[in-house]
Nanobody, 130 residues
Framework: QVQLVESGGGSVQPGGSLRLSCAAS????????LAWFRRAPGKEREGVSCMHFSDGSTYYGDSAKGRFTISKAADKNMVYLQMNNLKPEDTAVYYC???????????????????????WGKGTQVTVSS
């Protein structure tokens, strides 16, 4: 059974940092990339970052550029999201997601890109507040 489990969320003051982790298990094939999304209260789900494992290419949503970094362990079963210089508007539940077929990060990070993702973790809460 394929599974994604997020961890690393918490409460932090503005300007602080957090590192989220996404643990993948049960994949025997087709696990070719991973994306991070977030949903803030009252807002649509938003693409944060995405990685293709084949070439290590990375993509970021506008809100994440310059502050967040996606990376993976050598075996790609752990994918991380390093978040620096956090702002109150980063407060959200953060999810990792993937598909069993290849997906284009460029599209996934765009408006409504989350619709095509089939496998989701349950999310981890990030709260940025003074």
């Amino acid at each position: 059974q394929v599974q994604l489990v997020e961890s690393g969320g918490g409460s932090v003051q503005p300007g602080g940092s957090l590192r989220l982790s996404c643990a993948a298990s049960g994949f025997t094939s087709g696990y070719t990339g991973l994306a991070w999304f977030r949903r803030a209260p009252g807002k649509e789900r938003e693409g944060v970052s995405c990685m293709h494992f084949s070439d290590g290419s990375t993509y970021y949503g506008d809100s994440a550029k310059g502050r967040f970094t996606i990376s993976k362990a050598a075996d790609k079963n752990m994918v991380y999201l390093q978040m620096n210089n956090l702002k109150p508007e980063d407060t959200a539940v953060y999810y990792c997601a993937t598909n069993l077929t290849p997906f284009p990060c460029q599209v996934v990070m765009g408006p409504g890109g989350h619709v095509g993702m089939d496998i989701w973790g349950k999310g981890t809460q990030v709260t940025v507040s003074s």
